[in-house]
T-cell receptor, first 112, second 118 residues
Framework: SQELEQSPQSLIVQEGKNLTINCTSS?????LYWYKQKYGEGLIFLMM?????EEKSHEKITAKLDEKKQQSSLHITASQPSHAGIYLC????????????FGTGTRLQVTL | GAVVSQHPSRVICKSGTSVKIECRSL??????MFWYRQFPKQSLMLMAT?????????EQGVEKDKFLINHASLTLSTLTVTSAHPEDSSFYIC??????????????FGPGTRLTVT
């Protein structure tokens, strides 16, 4: 079984709608990272969360980490076509920040 | 910002041949680089951690004799797929951690290399 699960696996939303992507770990994390990937391209760093209950925002994207540091959500407000892509959460399980374990990914499409 | 490049971006090779993929940090020094593999519609899987001047650390299940990693300088790591077979066809992505920084916040990803073995 996957140690880091993302839901939903894919999502189609109309432009202007809000959406939420979840990332759940079976173990407590030292850190949780969100990346965006366009098909066939590298990863773009979005946000990093380290403290239980932490919340960060950048433009129309907000990420939260729960108090137990096992679940994170990524919320996009008023989605735009530029938000389309694959969203990946990455977990730091060792506390040494030396490598990341990635979630299964969520493919987002934004329709006009 | 920090930029990581990969070369080539796409490569097609015949079964049995070897292919070298380069990962370069263009404007910073990277003591540690990571190599990932991604299959279609799947997540990234860490293959190995490459440290400058020392042997790479491979993840469980990754054949070190098949995927040769060399990190000869603070700005360059190479992955060589030896005796490639069609099942090695995949998208290979590297990342580089900025020298002196200890958090993945400073881990920058390359654009990836798509390998197709015929």
């Amino acid at each position: 079984s996957q140690e880091l699960e993302q839901s939903p696996q894919s999502l189609i939303v109309q432009e202007g709608k809000n959406l939420t992507i979840n990332c759940t770990s079976s173990k407590t994390l030292y850190g949780l990272y969100w990346y965006k990937q366009k098909y066939g391209e590298g990863l773009i760093f979005l946000m990093m969360l380290q403290k239980g209950g932490e919340e960060k925002s950048h433009e129309k994207i907000t990420a939260k980490l729960d108090e137990k540091k096992q679940q994170s959500s990524l919320h996009i407000t008023a989605s735009q076509p530029s938000h389309a892509g694959i969203y990946l959460c990455g977990a730091d399980r060792t506390g040494t920040a030396s490598k990341l374990t990635f979630g299964t990914g969520t493919r987002l499409q934004v329709t006009l | 910002g920090a930029v990581v490049s990969q070369h080539p971006s796409r490569v097609i090779c015949k079964s049995g041949t070897s292919v070298k993929i380069e990962c370069r940090s263009l404007d910073f020094q990277a003591t540690t680089m990571f190599w990932y593999r991604q299959f279609p519609k799947q997540s990234l899987m860490l293959m190995a951690t490459s440290n400058e001047g020392s042997k790479a650390t491979y993840e469980q299940g990754v054949e070190k004799d098949k995927f040769l990693i060399n990190h000869a300088s603070l700005t360059l790591s190479t992955l060589t797929v030896t005796s490639a077979h069609p099942e090695d066809s995949s998208f290979y992505i590297c990342s580089a951690r900025r020298f002196g920084r200890e958090t993945p916040y400073e881990q920058y990803f390359g654009p990836g290399t798509r390998l197709t073995v015929t």
